[in-house]
């Protein structure tokens, strides 16, 4: 299965949150499953660190890269189309990077793993 990441969820899994549920790590940890990690987040968590909103362990970019790589996760770029979709989106949610990340899971087809109460409003597929 194909899978994309909301950012809490890819910070919960790696900063190993025990508010991360069950069943999102199980299928994170399963090497079966191709897990996506949208640009979206490595922006939203650059500007959460930057106003210290967020403290991670070391370098920013070298902490995303080594995770990425650590984890096997898959990055995905945000395109144009991803962009123009979001126009498409009822303002249920306002939150940017949200918007970006539900456009790419219902254009890539990819199941969201997301704790996220306002996202389930959208029509796309999630887990928690």
């Known amino acids: 299965m194909r899978y994309l990441l909301d950012t809490h969820a890819f910070l919960w899994f790696v900063l190993d949150d ?3 549920s069950n069943e999102a790590k199980s299928i994170i940890e399963d090497s079966k ?3 996506y990690f949208s640009a979206a987040s490595a922006w939203e ?6 106003l210290a909103r967020l403290k991670i362990e070391g370098e920013f970019e070298s902490f995303i890269i080594e995770q990425l790589s650590t984890n096997s996760f898959v990055p995905l770029s945000i395109s144009i ?3 123009l979709y979001t126009h498409r989106l009822p303002q249920v949610h306002k939150d940017p990077f949200d918007r970006i990340i539900i456009a790419q899971s219902a254009l890539e ?3 969201l793993i997301s704790k996220d109460r306002e996202i389930r409003k959208y029509e796309i597929a ?3």
Request: hydrophobic residues 50%.
């Open 18 to 20: 025990q508010r991360i």
């Open 81 to 83: 189309s991803h962009s």
């Open 33 to 35: 499953n191709k897990i």
């Open 126 to 128: 999630m887990v928690w």
């Open 45 to 50: 968590i650059a500007i959460k660190t930057k």
């Open 109 to 111: 087809n990819l199941l």
